[in-house]
């Protein structure tokens, strides 16, 4: 299996002085001074107390050369045949045929018997010379540091002076501190094979000689204060898995021992070379850590720009911004360097994008379909390497639309770009101011400003930041449109509401009116609910205005329902209270400056012109048969004669007056109840005629009483009325103010949309 044919000598000498002829097949004197030191047959014994061919399968099984001799010392049964054959406290023998109780500490403390068999078949006092000579306990320490029995085995076998010579030679305990706190044996054996750095083991393991140029440039032990700083053997394990020369390169270039305080900041075993290359050129490490020249497209600085040459375009209603942007990126490629005087004439040179790396910059907040909208352009490379990519693209972003203060509205939108595939550490963003001299004006925005900002945020998964650049671009809506076509319309259908207590009442038309005005707004609240978003985190500013007046002209209707109840209010139903008359008839009158109908107006008076004292004497001629009487109950009297004569009224007198009332009754004419001698026949008839008048009169009175009702009521809703007119006016204005002017561009949106 290993392709040799020492098994061959070895399988023939097992009985004899087999690892003289295993130290020859091996090419190594390793085992050649073992056998002149040892000077015994020890092996050969071994051998015959143990009556097997255990040692060759073992390294048939191991195919090493290093591990034979241990694995057949450790992974055996050969502790229980010596245990059987000595059948003694071996503690107490070991301690005897040494002299010494370090091995029983040891012992007690690795936990295995190994020591014991090896004092009995070595029977030497090997380690207190050792102990002697090195003038330190270091393998103790380290024996119960590791817990392993390896170096003691070590040191058994090789019985050398090589652990003296490299410590006299290093003039220091690094490897024990190396040891202790890696906790691994693999810069012991290192010390011994190389008896100086370990770039030449690395070179024996990797069967390359990379590393032992590099020491040999290098000339520093630094990897060995590398590994002491990590604790761990990461770059073994990296050299192999690499199997390139590119370390060697590296350390040319650097020629300094970064690595070692590099290390000490880090702490990890990742990212040591990308800090090392951080001081000079990143790319080569990067190339290095993929297997691949990609990142050496890539700058490190990629600067990111933003040209808004076109219109935009909100649509408030999904909350999407449409925006047609070049987007420019600029950073270097050392690879694609040339010099210009080797070829004249070449200033610069365009690739395809798809020829050669570009950034993957893409739009976060997209809101297209297709997600990245940019048309692909060719790549402007120059001699010094710099690369220049303005990839056009119309962009549907998201913008979340804060409708509070429409339609004097700023909005602010984010354009966040950013690499999709590449951290902080691998591509670093920075920003570029916007330019938006090639802005073409919209018809419904203003575009105020276009500010950016680098970001920075950092996820759980990974330690590196991810870089971003951020637009924001600012906009303030046009608002002639809108205040042409909803808020003046609006301002007049409030002020058509005002109109409704102008309206006198008995046309009819004053809660038609109303009513009207309050379907208007409703039509208006709908064309604004139609270009507003669907949101609930604020109301709109023209829907606020919209629902005080709806409110305005909800209370005027309710108050022209009221007016007109007082208006109509029957008289024979009952009188108006006390408090109301004093309320709405004195208080609110004087303080509206209004008068009661009639008010200044004398009644005349009616009395009789003659004395009271005075009798007026009538001659009634009846005629029961006038040509021209048509019913027969009426009675027609003729006056052919009036004698006006005094007479006293007295009850001698002769004659029953009655009264004649004129107007209430304060003045009245008498007149004869008792008949004369010349119309003493008409007596009956004078009594009825005398009982209508009265009647008429009453009935004229009841009615006087009844309009007089009627015009307290009357007057009173024209009170209602005014004052209704005056304080929906005053709350109409207030509030138009109040809630426009709340805006906080109101007045810049006035004068520059409306003025200019």
């Known amino acids: 299996m290993l392709q040799t044919d020492m098994f061959i000598y070895l399988s023939l000498m097992i009985q004899t002085d087999m690892f003289i002829y295993l130290s020859i097949m091996l090419q190594t004197d390793m085992f050649i001074y073992l056998s002149i030191m040892l000077q015994t047959d020890m092996f050969i014994c071994l051998s015959i107390m143990l009556q097997t061919d255990m040692f060759i399968y073992l390294s048939l099984m191991l195919q090493t050369d290093m591990f034979i001799y241990l694995s ?67 393998f103790i320490y380290l024996s119960i540091m590791l817990q392993t029995d390896m170096f003691i085995y070590l040191s058994i076998m090789l019985q ?190 365009r690739f395809p994008d798809s020829q050669i790396w570009k950034p993957d910059i893409l739009l976060y907040n997209s809101a297209d379909e297709r997600f990245d909208a940019t048309f692909h352009t060719n790549v402007l490379v120059n001699s010094s390497g710099s690369c220049s990519y303005l990839p056009p693209g119309i962009f549907k972003s998201t913008c979340y639309i804060d409708v509070r203060w429409f339609p004097f509205d700023l909005q602010r939108c984010d354009l966040k770009f950013g690499s999709w595939t590449y951290g ?47 637009f924001t671009v600012v906009m303030r809506r046009r608002t002639l449109y809108y205040g042409l076509n909803l808020l003046i319309p609006c301002v007049l259908i409030s002020t058509l509401a005002l109109l409704v207590f102008l309206l006198p009442a008995d046309s009819g038309e004053k809660i038609s009116l109303g009513i009207t005005v309050l379907l208007s707004l409703t039509v208006f609240m709908l064309l604004v609910a139609e270009i507003m978003p669907a949101t609930s985190d604020s109301v709109p500013l023209i829907a606020q205005y919209f629902a005080t007046t709806m409110v305005i002209v909800g209370l005027s209707v309710i108050a022209t329902v009221l007016v007109l109840q007082y208006h109509h209010h029957d008289p024979d139903g009952s009188k108006m209270p006390k408090w109301t008359r004093v309320i709405l008839l004195n208080w609110c009158a004087w303080f509206l400056r209004m008068k009661r109908p009639g008010e200044d107006r004398v009644r005349p008076a009616c009395h009789n012109k003659h004395p009271r004292g005075s009798l007026t004497s009538m001659d009634l001629n009846t005629s029961a048969s006038a040509p021209h009487s048509t019913n027969g109950n009426m009675l027609y009297i003729g006056l052919e004669s009036m004698h006006y004569t005094t007479a006293a009224t007295s009850p001698d007198s002769g004659v029953l007056c009655g009264r004649l009332v004129c107007g209430r009754g304060e003045d009245e004419v008498l007149l004869p109840t008792r008949p004369t001698s010349s119309a003493g026949s008409l007596e009956p008839d004078l009594a009825k005629l005398l009982d209508e008048v009265r009647y008429i009169a009453k009935r004229f009175r009841d009615q006087d009483e009844d309009e007089l009702v009627c015009n307290e009521w009357k007057f009173a809703a024209s009170v209602i009325d005014r004052l209704c007119l005056m304080a929906f006016s005053l709350f109409t204005i207030l509030c138009t103010i109040g809630i426009l002017m709340s805006a906080p561009n109101f007045v810049e949106a006035i004068s520059k949309d409306f003025f200019t």
């Open 72 to 138: 057949i010392m450790l992974q055996t049964d050969m502790f229980i045949y010596l245990s059987i054959m000595l059948q003694t406290d071996m503690f107490i023998y070991l301690s005897i045929m040494l002299q010494t109780d370090m091995f029983i500490c040891l012992s007690i403390m690795l936990q295995t018997d190994m020591f014991i068999c090896l004092s009995i078949m070595l029977q030497t006092d090997m380690f207190i010379y050792l102990s002697l000579m090195l003038q330190t306990d270091m």
């Open 160 to 349: 050398t002076d090589m652990f003296i010579y490299l410590s006299i030679m290093l003039q220091t305990d690094m490897f024990i501190y190396l040891s202790l706190m890696l906790q691994t044996d693999m810069f012991i054996y290192l010390s011994i094979m190389l008896q100086t750095d370990m770039f030449i083991y690395l070179s024996l393991m990797l069967q390359t000689d990379m590393f032992i140029y590099l020491s040999i440039m290098l000339q520093t032990d630094m990897f060995i204060y590398l590994s002491l700083m990590l604790q761990t053997d990461m770059f073994i394990y990296l050299s192999i898995m690499l199997q390139t020369d590119m370390f060697i390169y590296l350390s040319i270039m650097l020629q300094t021992d970064m690595f070692i305080y590099l290390s000490l900041m880090l702490q990890t075993d990742m990212f040591i070379y990308l800090s090392i290359m951080l001081q000079t050129d990143m790319f080569i490490y990067l190339s290095i850590m993929l297997q691949t020249d990609m990142f050496i497209y890539l700058s490190f600085m990629l600067q990111t720009d933003m040209f808004i040459c076109l219109s935009m375009q909100q649509d408030e209603k999904n909350q999407v911004l449409t925006t047609n942007i070049w987007l420019q990126l600029y950073w270097n490629d050392y690879y694609l360097q040339w010099n210009q005087s080797e070829y004249p004439g070449v200033a610069n040179v």
């Open 424 to 470: 902080g550490w691998s591509l670093d963003l920075q920003m570029i101011e916007a330019d938006i001299t090639g802005y073409i004006p919209n018809g419904e925005w203003d575009l105020v400003e276009v500010p950016g900002r680098r970001n920075e945020r950092f996820y759980d998964c990974c330690k590196e930041p991810y870089p971003d650049v951020t």
